[in-house]
């Protein structure tokens, strides 16, 4: 299962720590994070990032249940993508629960789709 969300006019960091922690209060643990930003070639002022996010139960083995990926810039669109690696781990009752907290915070900056 997949959840694609296109935010416009947001720090892809803001984004980046909402879900983190949104995810968090869902009883994950995190299992891998890395966020880089690169300029871009054509406007050396002008920056992109790139943020991956890997979680887990917390107290049980290390089995990856959902991977976020964000990328975009604070002038423009930021695009968010998570994976639901495992159904049975990550309940449909915990993506729609995940959904509706991203919705209620983040809905100003939700791109209307084309």
Do not use: W
């Amino acid at each position: 299962m997949q959840v694609r969300k296109v935010y416009q006019d947001i720090k892809p960091e803001l984004l980046y720590d909402e879900i983190r922690d949104l995810v968090l209060k869902q009883g994950l643990a995190v299992s891998e994070a890395k966020l880089d930003t690169y300029s871009l070639p054509n406007d050396s002022s002008s920056f992109i990032s790139r943020g991956t996010l890997s979680f887990h139960f917390a107290g049980e083995a290390v089995k990856e249940c959902l991977r976020a990926h964000i990328v975009g810039s604070a002038k423009g669109e930021t695009k968010l993508m998570i994976d639901i690696m495992d159904g049975k781990l990550f309940s449909d009752e915990m993506v729609a629960a995940l959904q509706n907290d991203l919705d209620f915070i983040l809905s100003a900056y939700e791109a209307e789709p084309e």
